[in-house]
Every structure is written in C-alpha cells, then in structure tokens.
DNA sequence: TCTGTCGATGAGACCGTGTCTCATCACCGT
DNA sequence: ACGGTGATGAGACACGGTCTCATCGACAGA
C-alpha cells in the first residue's frame, strides 16, 4: 500500500510528530479524509502488517496435535507465524523498528499489539484444557521469543525467522523450568 | 486530586469517548488549560496511581539480598508494591478497572504501563548479573503476578495485596518450572 | 449507446485534543 | 506597600479524526 510505505519514509525522514497526516496522503497522492478510510489513526499504517500475526499465531496452534503439550503448541504457533516474514518485509522491518523505538505514542500502540497476541495465544491454550497459569505462562514465552526473534531478524544476519524463533522459545523455557 | 475524581466518575457515568476533557476540568472547578497542566492527555488521571508502581519495584527489588535468586528478587519488588495498594484506592479500584477494560484506548495506555513495568524488573535483575532470557521470564512472571493479584484485590475478597501477589507469583512459577 | 449502480476518492465543514502565550490573582517574605 | 512566584483563566491555534455531500470511472444491462 503507497500508504504505508508513505508513512514509513516520512515518519523516518523527519520524525513521527512533526509529520501531519495531509503530509503522508498528500505523498502517496491522497487526501486525508482517503487515509482514514484505509487507517483508523495516525499510527496504524506501521502496524498494518502485524494485522494478521494474531491469526498465523491462532491458525498455527490450532493445527498442533490434539495430545500436543503447551509448549509444542506455542511452537506450532510460531512456526505458522513465520509465513509474515518474507524477505519484502524485511526490507522494510529495521527502519519501521527504528522509527515506532523513537516514540511513545507509536511504543504505546507496539505495546497494545503484543498483548493482543498474548490474549489470542492465551485463549487458544485455554480453550484446549490447560490451566489458567500454564496457559498465561506458555503464551507468554511465546509471543517473548516472537519479538525477540523478530528483533534479530530486522537485525539481519541472515537467519530464518523459523529458526530465530525456535532458538528464542527454547532459551526462555530453558530459563523459566530452571528458575529458581 | 480532584480532576482524578471527576475524571473517574464522569467517563463511568457516561462513557470515556462522550467526555469532553472541558467537561472533567469543569466538575473539578477548573478548566481545560488547567487539566493539560495537570496531565499531559486525557487518559492519563486514570493511571496517575500507577506511577509510583514501577518506582515500588525498583526500590524494593534493590532491598532484596545481593546473593537473592531472581524470584526472591521479584518477590521482594512486589511485596514492597503493596504499599501502593491502601484501603483508599480500593474505593476506585473496580470501577476504574472496568472503565480502562471498556475502552481500547484506555485499554492500549495500560499494556504501555504494564510494559514499562516489565521494563524495570527486567532491567533491575539484569543489573544483578542475571542472564538475559531468565530476567525477562522472572519479570515477565512478576509483573503478571502483579496483575492478577491486582485484580483479585479490586475484586474486594478482602485479602491483602501481599498475600495475593505472592500467591500468583508461586503459582506462576511452578507452572513455569513445570511447563513442557 | 445510454443509463444506472457501485466503489473509491475529493472537498470541506466540524468538534475535540493538546499547545502556547498573555493576563490575572493569591500568597509570601521583606 | 513592594516585588516575586506559582497556580490559574482566557483564548488563539494546529492537528487528529469524523461526517456529509459531490464527483468520477468501471461496469452491467437494456
């Protein structure tokens, strides 16, 4: 979407705040009132892509085997999750990163994002009989190793998101069954 | 504060989004200059209790032993929170929570708070030389604990914070060491 | 070809949030 | 009585976000 990518340049050229919503429709060659059509708010255009993280999350887990113990289906989760990162985002990933770490009000929606992922892993763990502590703890771990992978992965070395976050989910359980 | 009052009472009374900030400044005595003197949006007079929590952690994790495990830490942080949790603010306490729960913009300045909670607990233990991934998970953990135990509290059964939160904080932890 | 519908957009009025500047006023020490 | 200081009021202002009405192009059908 011109858009996005609108916002994005333009948050990261002269900062969030001093930019006006006209600037950024205006860039893509719309008006205002368009933008707000395709957004609710100023600051959704950065977060448009996290739309469907929730559903990969949910689909991913519920695809897990019916015997499956909590943590394989936070695995399963993040393994299904690894479809939204494709090499495309990750040309955008490191300026977007950049650019929300620069400002409250765009930390504060970040903020809002995760835990709406950690509800959609909650439910889903809930809703397939684990306890409440189990299910809050997993979910978690789980949407912790999600952005800590996700943070190496705009980093760039090179590696799959996939394996990032397979690495991550396995050194925070190491360190939760291990906490003392 | 007075304008927290009012704002409490007008945005349970009649809605958060119907209410003008003149509206609050004006129940108060004052006007809307005075409230952005006060506050520095709209949301924040319903989260203004909640500054002193992270300074809570902070300080009462700083008091616990230096050869103290991570949980004993976060154990110590939220047994000195409980200062925050007096008989006064339990008046508030359930008709607040149901405000916030009501709204997603109130809802998003919540997980911000909640995430800079994290914050201080991940930083404080990391400062004790504990590793990375178990800073995150015992923090994660704490400020969950933090939470439950706050809604339990609001929920009015009569127990004591303290005795709450280290109740979810054991429970917490042993799904954690148990988790598979 | 004419016509009518539909979806996307533009234009612009409108209200509320949040900022800023200037003026007022109470209080306080001298 | 004097001057300083801090809190407040008054009001202009820019921007975010909503809403309504008008326009335009694509397209289907007579």
């Known amino acids: 979407m011109r ?20 600037q950024v429709a205006e860039r893509a060659g719309l008006t205002k009132a368009t933008f707000f059509r395709h957004f609710p708010d100023k600051r959704e255009p950065l977060f448009a892509g996290q739309a469907e993280h929730g559903a990969l999350l949910a689909a991913g887990a519920a695809q897990a085997a019916a015997d499956a113990t909590p943590l ?40 809002f994002k995760r835990a709406h992922l950690t509800d959609v892993l909650t439910t889903t763990l809930r809703e397939r009989g684990v306890d409440e502590a189990t299910a809050a703890v997993a979910a978690e771990l789980g949407v912790e190793a999600f ?34």
Chains 1, 2 share one sequence.
Do not use: K
């Open 147 to 180: 952005h800590r992978a996700f943070e190496h992965w705009s980093d760039g070395d090179g590696a799959s998101y996939g394996e990032l976050a397979r690495h991550e989910l396995h050194a925070l359980h190491a360190a939760a069954t291990s906490l003392r």
């Open 3 to 22: 858009l996005v990518r609108a916002a994005i340049d333009l948050y990261a050229e002269q900062g969030y705040e001093t930019t006006t919503v006209t």
């Open 72 to 111: 394989e289906v936070v695995a399963a989760a993040l393994d299904h999750a690894t479809a939204a990162f494709t090499p495309e985002q990750r040309e955008f990933a490191p300026r977007l990163r950049d650019v929300v770490a620069a400002h409250d009000e765009l930390r504060e929606r970040a903020a």
